[in-house]
């Protein structure tokens, strides 16, 4: 077992078949999958796990909360209540920082009309997972996911439990006017469809690579030749052949990927983020 990743020791990362499911995430998921690989998050998520207190109020709904001795998440760009890195990004509520993260919409929580009605956020038809985090200071977050699709909302106003209506604003700053009015439609979709449909979430143009460079990095992470990640990579039959023609241009592409991944993985998972 390698030092540098024991929690990622059963990833079966010689079978290419285990990162398909990659190949269909949009751009935003691909920022958790890198960061949860880092060893300092790791180190930092079990240091705040302590502060961390998860209750659920229903099969589909859970709050979480944290108290003031919480770890500092700004580095990674998340809010305190951070993610387990052994949850993959189709399982994760990972809470991305609004000031990092332009698709996390500002909503206020307002009481509605006479009629009353319940809080949209406990709609029993909802097909998505929904997680809350409340900040010690009492602001709220919510957070849409499914599959790796997400909506991420921070809402001022009234309790989010207690609100008829979520109001968003209609005139975001001009750096932020595009994804404010993608995070917009996402959850208006929402709300009409009661999911986070993949019309919305298009596949990263990049995600084929990118399932290649997570394969090489978690071959890395486990201490693994790069022989053995270019036979990951390219199957025995073909590495094989390249060891003996072209060893050159296979070990340069195996050194790539596993550079390419530990940037990815040590910062450069923001470019995710924008």
């Given at each position: 077992m390698s030092a540098r990743n024991s929690l990622?020791?059963?990833?079966?990362?010689?079978?290419?078949?285990?990162?398909?499911?990659t190949l269909a995430l949009p751009r935003l998921a691909w920022a958790w999958e890198f960061l949860r690989r880092n060893p300092a998050y790791r180190a930092a998520w079990r240091e705040a796990r302590r502060s961390r207190r998860v209750t659920r109020l229903a099969p589909r709904l859970t709050v979480i909360e944290t108290d003031e001795t919480a770890a500092d998440a700004g580095e990674w760009c998340l809010l305190p209540p951070?993610?387990?890195?052994?949850?993959?990004?189709?399982?994760?509520?990972?809470?991305?920082?609004?000031a990092d993260c332009p698709t996390v919409l500002p909503v206020f929580a307002?009481?509605?009309?006479?009629?009353?009605?319940?809080?949209p956020l406990f709609r029993s038809k909802y097909k998505c997972r929904i997680a809350v985090y409340v900040a010690p200071d009492g602001r709220q977050h919510v957070l849409f996911t499914h599959h790796?699709?997400?909506?991420?909302?921070?809402?001022a106003g009234l309790s989010i439990f207690a609100a008829k209506q979520l109001l968003a604003a209609v005139a975001p700053?001009?750096?932020?006017?595009?994804?404010?009015?993608?995070?917009?439609?996402?959850?208006?979709?929402?709300?009409?469809?009661?999911?986070?449909r993949p019309q919305l979430y298009p596949t990263y143009a990049q995600?084929?690579?990118?399932?290649?460079?997570?394969?090489?990095?978690?071959?890395?992470?486990?201490?693994?030749?790069?022989?053995?990640?270019?036979?990951?990579?390219f199957g025995k039959e073909r590495a094989d052949h390249m060891w003996r023609h072209?060893?050159?241009?296979?070990?340069?592409?195996?050194?790539?990927?596993?550079?390419?991944?530990?940037?990815?993985?040590?910062?450069?998972?923001?470019?995710?983020?924008?």
């Open positions: 990622f020791d059963s990833v079966a990362w010689q079978d290419a078949a285990a990162y398909q499911w951070l993610e387990d890195p052994g949850r993959d990004v189709r399982h994760a509520a990972v809470f991305w920082d609004a307002a009481s509605g009309d006479a009629r009353g009605g319940r809080s790796g699709r997400s909506v991420q909302l921070e809402v700053p001009h750096d932020r006017f595009s994804s404010h009015v993608h995070a917009m439609k996402r959850l208006a979709d929402l709300m009409i469809h009661n999911d986070l995600s084929r690579r990118l399932a290649e460079v997570l394969q090489a990095l978690d071959g890395w992470l486990q201490g693994a030749t790069q022989r053995r990640i270019a036979t990951a990579l072209q060893r050159r241009h296979m070990l340069d592409r195996v050194r790539r990927a596993i550079k390419r991944g530990r940037a990815l993985m040590n910062g450069g998972y923001r470019r995710f983020l924008k």
